[in-house]
Every structure is written in structure tokens, then in C-alpha cells.
């Protein structure tokens, strides 16, 4: 069999689009519709995406302008289960082995395996590629909104204000599912074809799930907004000098909610009906194979544990001001500076550590503006020296310096409802630190068909490491995150591309890039 060819295919996408604008002289409209569908390498493998979008914009006087839009998109993707790969199989797989039986129905072969409760079972177990891809599934969807506002007032010709909200939600559908004709169903929970065996055989009696298969949905939906007022003030005096600047603050949020679950006995053909499993009445095992203990710790444990049932519900909050400043002199000499304070809710406890001021400033030189670099304009296009240096700040999503107590349901020893510690207190947590500096040169030549860049660049930063924890905390193998590791980048890169031939039609170029990077940690 030449499985490529039965598995893969020439995959094609298409993209299709339509839009309608227009206005008046004071205001304006823009709406779009638009299709894409894009094929894996696989057959099956599939992506289809709808989207939408509408804007409008509003003059209301000469300085003021609204303008808002909202876009939306439905996305659906069409995979595989992981149990079956079709491109790791048509690879990996023998072309000897046929696909189909001479009549022209599908040809189980054995493989290596056993159903754990008989192990008798032991590479006796059939299997087929194309039966696995038609009975097992993994599906996406993901449907996404978005909405802005954009109010600018031109307060004085040099200076503007600017006002930007935006809303986002997000949901992702996921369903990962194995029927159960299904060779992963058969190997994990039964140990035999369907209808090979009546209610009377043994083997009937070993099989955890006698009918059904297995369904795994995560939902999760994300929940996003922001709000930044902005002031720009823009300015050149006298033809040489020109100066920007801007002052803003920013407020975002987002919240995200989750669900995880998975299912046995799901026979999607019946109407999505669960069959319940083998109790532990029922089920005994053959030729040796382990009772039921594992199959409820699976069914069971996961539930409890978050194993095949999770919940998840988070909420980020952060506020933000922040500023930057550019001067330049006859587009010759280039100055600039950001600065930038952030605060964040996970610091509650401590207002010191809440806040994370950051900075960087740069400074470039084209030095082919100069008197003295005129006699070389004919060869010359570019030569300039730039140096940048700055900080940046970091927190932990998933981390604070307060201790979390984590309720837990009814213990089987007290009786009790009872709570643990699932964070310890860790005051000592702030801001992650990173320190950045980089030294560049930009060269370019013979009307630029010869060009150049040459950085020499460094980075130093404490990120957070999981720490031990001592046992006199009454926690045993676990870790906190602690501050102490230091981390020191540095390196050189080197970039020339020389174009040798620029026609209409056609151009012949190349390109060569040299870089060494040394990298130190320290604790």
C-alpha cells in the first residue's frame, strides 16, 4: 500500500473577500466579509475561518474624530485524535502491508499490545489506520469578538489628545473523542472487537467499558479590556529641530474561565448517549489480569483531582503610565527616552513592590549627513551609529507573595471538609528585572545594493527559580519561586547582503549572517 498517497494529499487553501466603504465628506464606513478554508497534508485535516468586520468613522468638528469598529470571527479546525497520525503512520508503516482486503473491505492486521485485564490478549489486538481515523476525532472551535473606540481632540495644532477602549472575548470549544470501534478503546477498556463475543463470554465480564467510548471537552473563554488616554505633542522649529513627546496612563483586565471534562460510554452515533461502565460487581478479569482497583482510581481519582475535571478562574488586573521623548537635529542626531511605571495586583500586600518603574533611552548618528562625509555621497548611502539601553519589568501570572488556602472536599479520614496550602506566603516576591543595552552600526552602499548591520548587544536579568521549601513548613517536595538567579546575555551579530543583479523582473541577491552569543547563570 502507498500510504502517502492514501493519507496525504496536495493540500489547498482558498481565501475569499468582499467589502463595501464610502462616506461623505465628513464621514466614512467600512464593512468586510471574508471566507478562507486551508487543507492540512493529511486528508481530514481541515481549517475553515468566517469573519466579519464594520467601522465607521465621524468628524463631528475639524479637531474632533470618533472612530469605532468591531470585528468577529468563527474559526474551526478538524484533526486527529493523538491516538492516530496519519503522516507518522503512512512514514513509519510497512508499504507491504495492504489496506483493504481483496473484497474490498478493511484488513485488520495484529500489533504489539495487550488489553491490561487479559492478558492473554497480548499482540493478538487488530488494527487499522483508516478504521482509527474514521472513529476517532479532534475538533476546535473558536468564535473571537472584538470592539474599539477612538476619540482624538487636535487641542492646539502641536498637541493632541487621544482616548482608545477596547473590549475582547475569546472562547476555544475543544472536543477530543475515541468511538468505540476505535483500536485505542479496544487496547485500553475492552480487549475485543465489537459484537466478537455475547453477554455470556468471559470476555464480556473483563471489559471496563462494554459499550462507548471516550469524550474530553476543555472550554475556555478569556474576557479582556482596555482603557488609555494618550496626549501628543508634536513640534519642528526652525526647519532643524523636531521634537515629539507623549504621556500616558493604561487600565487592563482580563479574566479567564475554563471547564475540563472527560467522559466514558459516549456513543456519539446514539444521540450522544453515555452508557454507564462495568461495575465492580460485574467485572472480572481473565487469565490473570488486575481487578478494578486502577480503572476507578482512573475514573474516580481524575474526577476528584482535577485529572479529568478541572475549573479554572482567573482575573488580571494592571495599570500602567508611561511617556516618551524624541528630539532629533536635522534628522542627523536622534535622541529618545521612554519611561514607564506599571502596577500590579499581585503585590497588594507590599505598596513598594506593586509598582515597577522601567526606562530606556538611545541615542543615533548618521554620520553620512555630515560636511565632512560629503565626498563620499557617490558610494556611501548609509553610515549610522546607534546605542540604545533600557529596563524592562516582569510578574508572574500564576504567582503572589500571599499564602493561598486551598479548600478541599470531605476527608475520608475525619469526615470533615477540611483545607491545605496549596501556595506558601512568599514576601520576598517582586518584580522580575532585565537590563538591556546594544550597540549597532548601519551601513549601506553603491545605492545600496551593498548593505550592512553590525549589533553588539548585552542583556542582564533576575528571574524567578523554584526554590525548595523546608520541611518545617509542612510541606514536603515542593518549590516556591524565589529570586537569586542571575542571568548575563551578551554577544556579537553580523548581517551583509550584497544585491548583485536589480532588474525589472528580476533580482539576484545574497546575504550572510555570523553570530555568537555567550550565556552565564549564576545562583
Known sequence: TDWLKLLT???????????????????????????????GIEKGNDKERFSGRVRVGFEISPTVKIDMSMNGSVEKTDAFNGAANPLTYALNTSRAIPSHNPDGSLLFYKVRGEYRHNPATKDNLTYNI??????????????????????????????????????????????????EQSFYIKKKFRGYDVGEVTTFDPE?????????????TDNSQSESYNIQNKLVFSKTFNKDHRLNAMAAWEVRSIH??????????YIQERGEAIVPPTTPEEFVPMNGGPDMT??????????????????????????????????????????????RNDVSHRFVQDTNKRFSPTFSFGAAWDMTEEDFMKESEEWLDLLKLRFTYGTQGNVLDNQGPEMILQKSVASSIYGQFYSGISRLANPLLKWERTHSWNVGL?????????????????????????????????????????????????????????????KKDWTLSASINLSKNWNTVTK
Not at 473606540?149 to 473523542?177: A, C, D, H, M
Not at 503610565?321 to 528630539?327: E, K, L, S
Not at 536579568?461 to 542571575?486: D, L, M
Not at 556579537?492 to 547582503?497: D, K
Open 204 to 216: 464480556y465480564k473483563a471489559a471496563l467499558l462494554r459499550f462507548g467510548g471516550q469524550l474530553t
Open 130 to 179: 483508516l478504521n482509527e481515523l474514521e472513529h476517532t476525532s479532534s475538533q476546535i472551535r473558536t468564535p473571537q469578538f472584538d470592539a474599539n473606540l477612538s476619540f482624538k481632540w487636535q487641542i492646539v495644532p502641536e498637541l493632541q489628545y487621544e482616548f482608545v477602549g477596547g473590549y475582547q472575548n475569546l472562547n476555544r470549544s475543544t472536543e477530543v473523542y475515541a468511538g
Open 9 to 39: 494529499r496536495t493540500a489547498i487553501g482558498h481565501n475569499h473577500n468582499v467589502s463595501v466603504n464610502g462616506g461623505t465628506q465628513r464621514s466614512s464606513y467600512t464593512a468586510s466579509l471574508g471566507y478562507n478554508k486551508t487543507e
Open 294 to 339: 486502577g480503572w476507578v482510581a482512573e475514573l474516580f481519582g481524575g474526577l476528584y483531582n482535577g485529572g479529568t475535571w478541572k475549573s479554572t478562574n482567573t482575573t488580571n488586573n494592571y495599570l500602567s503610565a508611561f511617556a516618551t521623548v524624541a528630539y532629533s537635529f536635522r534628522n542627523r542626531y536622534v535622541l529618545n527616552a521612554t519611561f
Open 442 to 502: 548601519d551601513l549601506g552602499m553603491l545605492k545600496n545594493r551593498v548593505t550592512a548591520t553590525f549589533e553588539y548587544y548585552g542583556r542582564k536579568s533576575n528571574p524567578v527559580a523554584n526554590g525548595g521549601v523546608s520541611p518545617e513548613y509542612g510541606i514536603i517536595g515542593k518549590s516556591v519561586p524565589v529570586h537569586g538567579t542571575h542571568i548575563d546575555n551578551h554577544g556579537v551579530e553580523g548581517t551583509i547582503n550584497v544585491t548583485a543583479i536589480n
Open 256 to 265: 479567564k474561565t475554563g471547564k475540563y471534562n472527560t467522559v466514558w460510554g
